[in-house]
């Protein structure tokens, strides 16, 4: 048995490997919690299933941007550990990082699942504690169909600019509103504004990257591929002809880790 592990900046997650790991709509049985739990609270329920799953796991594939600490914490398995980093090239997907291992192995892993489940042209987009934003380009003159990982960006995430704002201003002590109307796109009160405030700063890079990619791709229309748990609300913010045409694809990271598992 094989199990996939995609320790966050914040959350660890986990799954089973899936029956058809090369499928498009593959399904995977995701189940999450949150770092500090799986560290601190070895009694709690979720600690307990993940370190049941470890015990039973024959392989453990793990992507990890949690740090040392957390990878200290499979010491007892870690004999059945393959710990995934980026590398130049695998799988038919080139890194264009100057210092290719630099690039997080959970984006390089998005990268992977994006190119082998949906072969073509992309800006992928993850919306959690960060924000990244990464290119990825069909190399359609190769003798073999390959990809390549072409650059990409990270900035604070939705919920990070909103505690930048708050923690560091004394009359914007607002609650988290998670989702707040705009009428015509402007803010009426200053919870608005700061949500208008912090919704604008992702979306407008968003929209400029994806721009960039378009004019790098001979003509071919790359796809909008958000993830992580706040693409559904930044979708809703970006421009009508390209909210409709992205599409949020859910576990990216643990669905990169299933396709290497299969195929190495």
Not at 127 to 139: R, S
Not at 147 to 155: C, D, L, P, V
Not at 195 to 208: D, E, F, K, N, T
């Amino acid at each position: 048995m094989k199990l996939l592990i995609d320790a966050g900046n914040t959350r660890t997650k986990w799954a089973w490997f899936p029956e058809n790991p090369l499928a498009l709509d593959m399904h995977l049985q995701m189940v999450a919690l949150e770092n500090q739990l799986w560290l601190q609270d070895n009694l709690c329920p979720d600690s307990q299933a993940l370190q049941a799953a470890l015990c039973q796991a024959d392989e453990i594939w793990v992507s990890n941007v949690a740090g040392a600490g957390w990878l200290q914490s499979l010491d007892t398995v870690k004999d059945k550990v393959t710990v995934i980093k980026a590398s130049p090239s695998i799988l038919g997907l080139n890194n264009s990082y100057s210092m290719p291992a630099q690039l997080g192995s959970d984006r390089w892993c998005s990268l992977l699942a994006v190119w082998r489940l949906h072969k073509q042209d992309a800006l992928v987009v993850t919306a959690g504690t960060a924000l990244t934003m990464d290119a990825l380009v069909i190399q359609a003159e190769a003798e073999e169909r390959s990809a390549t990982f072409a650059g990409g960006s990270i900035q604070p995430g939705l919920n990070l600019m909103w505690q930048s704002l708050q923690q560091n201003t004394a009359q914007l002590a607002y609650e988290y509103p998670h989702n707040t109307g705009l009428a015509n796109g402007f803010a009426r009160n200053s919870q608005q504004a700061m949500w208008a405030g912090c919704v604008q700063a992702l979306i407008s890079p968003m929209v400029s990257q994806f721009m960039q990619l378009r004019a790098m791709t001979d003509g071919r229309q790359p796809a909008l591929i958000l993830s992580g748990g706040d693409a559904m609300t930044l979708q809703r913010y970006l421009p009508d002809a390209l909210s409709l045409q992205a599409i949020i694809v859910d576990n990216l990271v643990l669905k990169g880790l299933a396709c290497l598992a299969e195929s190495i």
